[in-house]
């Protein structure tokens, strides 16, 4: 008898060769859920937290959107490479959020004349710098993509060891706890810091041995610090919309709608003696429709009064 030894595989034959894929519930599907959590999750605290204190990125509704995907993208296409890009987010968002804080005391001026923007800066110091608007969105658009490209990156890593239907069945289910999440969080009025806690926290220990934690740690820290030194605890409220700052004088009380003056609210009980004249002139302004209409409630008025934001 003769005995015949197949072979060894070819290279052709080793590289069709692939790796058992892993459990929906093994660690790598953790993973994939929580960084699919965390992109969608800090896209939109992103979008709420960004315009609300650079006032002049709002009129740009798909600025941070569009960076979110474009940093999401360059982080999956590196997902192949062996250099970790994970460690990243720490740096790249506390960058991003050192950027908010410079230019919510910043001027933008518009780059002409015949261009208007409804942006009252009531509250920027008389030291104020005044940068263009394109420096600005340019600069914005740039650094909102940057923590997303980690994030893209380690999501990228967890997709591959899945059939495409399982990862993307991981995928869309992480994404849509980051959205309920989020969703949760506005509907209770909670500030910034209580949202890049989370996400700050939730990456700590999603990213483990794939950072550096001590450089993690600093950096997430001085997110944190920068952000609760933006709050004005006793001005401020975060209603599920907008950012509204309220100051309270004798006389009236001012509103302010992420930065920019939304209102006033006068008050017309007996006034103190220096602002009897001008309390006077404008409640016979405000009484003015009522005197020329027969009766009561024949007067329409739009967009009079304070409503619930």
């Not at 979008?47 to 204190?53: A, E, K, M, T």
């Not at 720490?90 to 410079?102: I, R």
């Not at 949202?195 to 001590?214: D, P, Y």
Request: charged share 15%; proline share 7%; with cysteine.
């Amino acid at each position: 008898m003769q005995g015949y030894l197949s072979p060894p595989p070819s290279s052709n034959q080793e590289s069709k060769i692939t790796l058992k894929p892993k459990s929906i519930f093994s660690p790598s599907s953790y993973k994939l859920f929580g960084y699919s959590f965390l992109i969608l999750f800090f896209e939109l605290a992103l979008i709420r937290f960004i315009p609300s204190n650079v006032r002049i990125t709002a009129y740009f509704i798909n600025l941070v959107l569009v960076a979110a995907f474009l940093g999401m993208g360059i982080g999956m296409i590196r997902a192949k490479r062996e250099k970790n890009l994970t460690q990243f987010f720490p740096p790249a968002l506390l960058l991003l959020t050192g950027a908010c804080v410079y230019f919510s005391n910043v001027l933008v001026a518009s780059p002409s004349a015949e261009e208007a923007m409804y942006a009252l800066y009531m509250d920027l110091s008389p030291h104020s710098r005044e940068w263009g608007m394109v420096p600005v969105v340019s600069a914005f658009f740039s650094l909102s993509a940057l923590p997303f490209i980690p994030l893209g990156y380690a999501m990228g890593r967890e997709f591959k060891n899945f059939p495409a239907l399982h990862a993307y069945a991981i995928n869309t289910a992480g994404s849509l706890a980051g959205l309920l999440a989020f969703s949760l969080l506005s509907h209770f009025s909670t500030p910034p810091l209580a949202w890049f806690g989370l996400g700050g926290i939730l990456f700590f220990f999603l990213a483990r041995k794939q950072q550096n934690s001590i450089v993690s740690i600093l950096c997430l820290g001085l997110v944190f610090y920068l952000i609760q030194n933006l709050y004005q605890k006793d001005h401020e409220i975060w209603s599920p919309y907008y950012k509204i700052n309220h100051y309270e004088n004798p006389d009236m009380t001012s509103i302010n709608v992420n930065g920019s003056l939304h209102q006033y609210m006068i008050n017309f009980s007996p006034p103190l003696e220096p602002q009897k004249a001008n309390t006077d002139i404008i409640k016979q302004q405000y009484q003015q429709p009522y005197r020329l209409a027969k009766s009561w409630e024949d007067v329409l008025i739009l967009g009079a009064g304070r409503k619930k934001y």
